[in-house]
Nanobody, 115 residues
Framework: QVQLVESGGGLVQAGGSLRLSCAAS????????MAWFRQAPGKQRDLFAI???????VYADSVKGRFTIARANAKNTMYLQMNSMKPEDTAVYYC?????????WGQGTQVTVSS
């Protein structure tokens, strides 16, 4: 059974930085697409960063130039470095992995940016 565990959320002031991690437990699989979503209060869950197995990345305009997605395949782990954070980045952040045709979600971690 594959499980994703997120860590690294918290409270940060505007302009500050946070780093999130998402690790998959289990064995015997290769992870294709890794992605980060976020859901602000009262809004839908939105995709904002993707990294492929080959390391190609795509970002939403709202985070481009401020956030960096990365992956460590040997550790089945994905990272999100968030810099120059803004109050509008406040949301619950979710990781999402596609493994052997199935989709898995992390439990979500709260990120709050104070002005």
């Amino acid at each position: 059974q594959v499980q994703l565990v997120e860590s690294g959320g918290g409270l940060v002031q505007a302009g500050g930085s946070l780093r999130l991690s998402c690790a998959a437990s289990g064995s015997g699989f290769g992870i294709d697409i890794m992605a980060w979503f976020r859901q602000a209060p009262g809004k839908q869950r939105d995709l904002f960063a993707i990294i492929t197995s080959g390391g190609s990345t795509v970002y939403a305009d709202s985070v481009k130039g401020r956030f960096t997605i990365a992956r460590a395949n040997a550790k089945n782990t994905m990272y999100l470095q968030m810099n120059s954070m803004k109050p509008e980045d406040t949301a619950v952040y979710y990781c999402n992995f596609k493994i052997l045709g199935k989709t898995y979600w992390g439990q979500g971690t709260q990120v709050t940016v104070s002005s």
